[in-house]
């Protein structure tokens, strides 16, 4: 018997404290600020990650999904854009989740 062809292969999603671990170090690479201030845009993340982990093949929606879940679990920490700064606009669009009565645009980095 013939057998099928091999389909595309299956996406090896990440555990939380994996996705939160990565998160943190691509957040890290890409913060801007000050210490004890520094902060990096969700969609600037989100390029490093779509982009070192392809295994992954997360959505935008899906790895915001897991985004907000890992700031539940207390992995990372997002934080909303109190000032907007009318020349990154774009940015805070794509950066935005929307949870409940919150609107967060960015992770924060630590140290």
Excluded: C
Aim: no cysteine.
């Amino acid at each position: 018997p013939l057998s099928a062809p091999p389909g595309p292969p299956k996406a090896v999603r990440p555990d939380l404290p994996t996705f939160a671990a990565q998160v943190h170090d691509a957040a890290k690479a890409r913060a801007e600020g000050w210490p004890g201030n520094r902060k990096a845009y969700i969609s600037h993340v989100w390029q490093t990650i779509r982009s070192s982990r392809p295994e992954w093949s997360l959505t935008e929606i899906e790895f915001k999904v897991l985004l907000a879940d890992a700031h539940r679990a207390a992995r990372i920490v997002l934080a909303n854009a109190d000032l907007k700064d009318k020349n990154r606009i774009k940015e805070l669009q794509d950066s935005a989740i929307q949870y409940k009565n919150v609107v967060w645009h960015f992770v924060r980095v630590e140290g």
